[in-house]
Each structure stands twice: as C-alpha cells, then as structure tokens.
C-alpha cells in the first residue's frame, strides 16, 4: 500500500516512500488526523485516486497519506435545488450518473472523470470537456467543509447559487492542491441536461485552420474538443479508428440543437471531411482515450497551458515547430473553446535534455502569448519554478501568507505549488 501511494499518473519520482497510510471513514477522523500530524509536526499529503497529472499527491520519506477515497457517500441530492452535498472520494462520473436520474448533470467532467474523485477535482480545479459552456470546477462548487492544519473544522460558502457573505473561502480552497486545508464535504451545484445535442467533427488541413473555424463558432457550444496529427495517429492505434486518414487535425465540438446550424455554417467552409451525429459517445470515446493512447508510445509529460482564444492557433503551430526542434514527439489535445492546450511530450529516456527543453519553450511560449503555466491541471512539484516567473514578487509574498496563516507549521502537502 505505502508504494502505491507514493506517486500519482505524473509518474513524478519521489525520494523514499510515506511512513503511513491512513483511511479516514469520515470528517471526525480527518480532524483527529490533523490534530495528531500538528501536535508531532508530521507531514500530511492528502490524496483521492492519485490521478494528478503535476506531483500534487506525490509522498515520500516521513511523510503521512491521508488517503479520502473511501469517503465515497453522495449526502444528498435536491431536483428542486439543483444541488448536491457529497464527500471528497465520490468518483466524478458516479456523481453525473446519479444527478442524471433527477434529469440534472455535474457539469464539470476531466476526461479522467470514471477514476477522478470530486476532492482531487476540487484540490486542482479541474476542467474538462464540457468547461467550454460549464465552466471548471470552481464554477460548480457552492459551498466547502474544509478541516484546518489543527483540526478545526470550518464551513464556506452556502447552499445557494448566490452569496457573497464575507471574503470568499470557498474559491481559495478550490485548487489549493491540499496545501490550505482537507475538503471533508462539498456542496455543488448540478445543471439541466441540455435536450437535442448533436455532435459535430469536423477535420482540417491542420489545427491552426481548426482553431480559425472556431473562432467563427457563434454562441457557446458545449464541447470544443481539437486533437492535432500526432495524437489522432496514437489514438487511431490505440482504437483501431481511421481518424487521421480524414485530415491533420480533428475538432469536435458538441451544441444544442438550436446552436448546430451556426456551427455547421462556421465549419463546413474550411473542413475537409464533416460528420454530424445526434449520439456523439464514440466520437468523445475517442476524445477521452487520447492519453491512454499516447501513454502506449512512453512516458508522457502531460502539460497544460492556456493562451488567450485569439492566440490558439499560434501557440499550435510554435508547439509544432518545437516538437521539430528538439525533435521530440508532441501530441497536443486543446479544450479549444477556452485556449487550454494540452501539448503532451513523449518523453526519451535516452535524450532527457530534450524533453526538458521542449516543455521549457511551452511555459515560455504560453506567458509570451499572454496565458498561463497551467489551465486547469495545478502546479503540484512540476511547475513550482514556473510558477515563480508567471506570479509577480508581490503577488508570491501574498500567497505565501496565506499558506503561513492556513498552515504555520507547513505540514499541508509540504514542497508543492509554493
């Protein structure tokens, strides 16, 4: 058990491995857990299911995992609310699935939604496919019972859809990677199904054409998924499909039926090949089995940057340019309508300069471009020194304040973000 627990699907190497596992049944023992890590200054790395793609659940030699995934009750559901109370290890699709039977859906879905737990999505802020429309996981998360460093146990937020009484809480704790707090409990919000989506996929010469033809989209489709060459190769492997034979990049993009006219008039100009389907399952299959498919080539080094929408495709093609450089695979998946791309390095064990190198120029290009480090996946180890040059001096002393204040001792996931 201590091995299993020691890395995340980063695959990021830790020294050593945890002293200890703990499997908390439920908010009392969290609290009884953090009280005893404070009164002995023990390390506490809380996890779910290990899913993080940065290092965030990463634990090594004197460190204590507090492991949430067997706190796995969905409390309540209310139709009449549009609202959900559930616990930290309830995996993200069992939750959608349930919301389903009342006619509502959790909106945010990371395309490792069958394994993810809501607490690692809440702890990284997590997209997804559907963010397009929905928003990512702060967008859902209406209220928290969060257990402090010292086992005081707090709540935020509310149960309503509106509330802004006093500073809020709630957003802060939402992609804190456990370094703040454990989230115990969440309330969240769930969404009408929408009725009559078709789903559209549209292939292009290459990405940049697809990223043009969306920027002509109108409104706001529900999906807007874009894989470029080097990743429909590895999934058509993977599946057995012929996606690449149809053009060098593929845009999915999922709308109300109301909306599919617009999106047709706006792609079918410039796409090559174009498929309409009112059931959109395999087609988001194939969408969703991207890193499983390019983790057969190596290891992957799975970034994730975001560039203002108008620079999408510029930041595609430097991405392949880069790929040319170093010479290194470059499989790139965009949540296209929100400029969050996910240019994944298939690492050589033989040329690690190389990779290195290339995910470098990506940070590099994406704070040129005027975006982020990272969407939507966190910092956790991987981009604690990236962090430091997309964040101002000030910005950073603030921010590690607000850890001291949370955690004076730093026992709360100690080594990541910050």
């Not at 963010?131 to 149960?159: F, H, Q």
Request: glycine letters at 10%.
């Amino acid at each position: 058990m201590l091995d299993s627990r020691r890395t995340d699907r980063s695959g990021s190497a830790v020294e050593g491995r945890p002293e200890a596992v703990l499997l908390p049944r439920d908010a009392a023992d969290v609290a009884k857990a953090l009280r005893w890590a404070t009164s002995t200054g023990t390390p506490i790395v809380p996890r779910g299911a290990g899913t993080s793609l940065t290092g965030a659940s990463t634990a090594g030699t004197g460190t204590v995992v507090l492991d949430l995934s067997g706190m796995n009750r969905i409390v309540s559901l209310s139709a009449a609310d549009a609202t959900a109370v559930v616990e930290p290890g309830v995996i993200t699709a069992d939750l959608d699935r349930a919301a389903a039977t009342v006619g509502l859906r959790y909106a945010p879905d990371p395309a490792s939604h069958e394994i993810s737990t809501i607490g690692g999505n809440i702890a990284t802020n997590a997209g997804g496919l559907r963010c397009a429309k929905y928003g990512v996981t702060r967008d859902s998360v209406l209220g928290l019972s969060v257990i402090l460093a010292d086992g005081t146990r707090i709540e935020t937020g509310t149960g309503t859809f509106k509330g802004v009484a006093g500073y809020d809480l709630t957003g802060l704790f939402v992609g804190s990677e456990g370094t703040l707090g454990v989230v115990v409990s969440a309330t969240v919000r769930l969404r009408p199904i929408p009725a009559g989506l078709t789903t559209i996929a549209a292939s292009f010469a290459d990405a940049a054409a697809a990223c043009t033809a969306l920027a002509g989209v109108p409104g706001q489709p529900v999906i807007a998924e874009l894989l470029d060459a080097a990743a429909l190769r590895a999934v058509d492997a993977y599946l057995g499909t012929s996606l690449a034979a149809r053009g060098s990049a593929l845009l999915i993009v999922q709308a109300s039926t109301v909306d599919s006219p617009g999106v047709l008039s706006a792609l079918r100009p410039t796409a090559v090949s174009l498929e309409v389907s009112s059931d959109g399952d395999a087609l988001l299959h194939a969408r969703r089995s991207a890193l499983p498919a390019i983790e057969q080539l190596g290891r992957p080094l799975i970034e994730d940057i975001a560039v203002p929408r108008s620079r999408l495709p510029e930041a595609i093609t430097a991405i392949a340019d880069i790929a040319a450089r170093w010479q290194i695979p470059i499989c790139t998946l965009a949540h296209a309508a929100d400029g969050n791309l996910h240019p994944i390095i298939v690492d050589d064990p033989s040329r690690p300069a190389a990779a290195a190198s290339a995910a470098d120029e990506i940070f590099a290009l994406a704070l040129k471009l005027g975006g982020t480090i990272t969407g939507e996946h966190g910092v956790g180890t991987l981009k604690r020194e990236w962090l430091t040059r997309e964040l101002d001096p000030a910005n950073l002393t603030l921010q590690r304040g607000l850890k001291n204040l949370f955690d004076p001792q730093g026992i709360l996931n100690p080594g990541k973000v910050l």
